[in-house]
Antibody, heavy 123, light 109 residues
Framework: EVQLLESGGGLVQPGGSLRLSCATSGFTFSTYGMSWVRQAPGKGLEWVAGIGGGLDYTADYAESVRGRFTVSRDNPKNRLYLQMNNLGADDTAVYYC???????????????WGQGTLVLVSS | DVQMTQSPSSLSASVGDRVTITCRAS??????VAWYQQKPGKVPTLLIYDASTLHSGVPSRFSGRASGTDFTLTISSLQPEDVATYYCQKYNSSPPGYSFGQGTKLEIK
């Protein structure tokens, strides 16, 4: 059974940093593209960042986070990460880890989602 | 960059009704569109990919169609458990930003 479990969220002051982690199991992590998708309170889904799988670990970012967020993966540990710097109020959201459906595809659709971790940016 | 405009933003229908939600692309694109269902307080789940392929385990009352720049999700006979917000998503595109539609909140009359 595929499982995704996010951690690392919490309250952070504007301008601060957080590192989110997504622990995965139940599939061959290294071969699948993975993404972070966020959802601000009462709002819709926003794709944030993604990283490829297979032989190409290219990273993609939404314009709103490029230069501030960094997505990475540790294949031996089956973990996905999102380093978030210079956080602002607009970054307040539940952050979901999502698994791509197709092997080695970066810009994919998602067949499994974690339960999410809340990031609250406030002074 | 292809933009997806989803409509309506909210919808109220009766049990047994046929319901259609549309995502319109700003320009021609491939059939790389997926649909998700997000029930209140829950995580999104995949319904349809490649515009019309039903994901495993999804009830057959859900269907998807592509026609030109319009992508539609149809529920043939609305059930109470279909109360949710529905999102379209484009993928395989460059750049990847703005990949989700704005969402359609579906309620029962």
């Amino acid at each position: 059974e595929v499982q995704l479990l996010e951690s690392g969220g919490g309250l952070v002051q504007p301008g601060g940093s957080l590192r989110l982690s997504c622990a995965t199991s139940g599939f061959t992590f290294s071969t699948y593209g993975m993404s972070w998708v966020r959802q601000a309170p009462g709002k819709g889904l926003e794709w944030v960042a993604g990283i490829g799988g297979g032989l190409d670990y290219t990273a993609d970012y939404a314009e709103s986070v490029r230069g501030r967020f960094t997505v990475s993966r540790d294949n031996p540990k089956n973990r996905l990460y999102l380093q978030m710097n210079n956080l602002g109020a607009d970054d307040t959201a539940v952050y979901y880890c999502a698994k791509g459906y197709r092997v080695a595809v970066l810009r994919d659709y998602y067949d499994h989602w974690g339960q999410g971790t809340l990031v609250l940016v406030s002074s | 960059d292809v933009q997806m405009t989803q409509s309506p933003s909210s919808l109220s229908a009766s049990v047994g009704d046929r319901v259609t939600i549309t995502c319109r692309a700003s320009q021609g694109m491939s059939n790389s569109v997926a649909w998700y269902q997000q029930k209140p307080g829950k995580v999104p789940t995949l319904l349809i990919y490649d515009a019309s392929t039903l994901h495993s385990g999804v009830p057959s009352r859900f269907s998807g169609r592509a026609s030109g720049t319009d992508f539609t999700l149809t529920i043939s006979s609305l059930q109470p458990e279909d109360v949710a917000t529905y999102y379209c998503q484009k993928y395989n595109s460059s750049p990847p930003g703005y990949s989700f539609g704005q969402g359609t909140k579906l309620e029962i009359k």
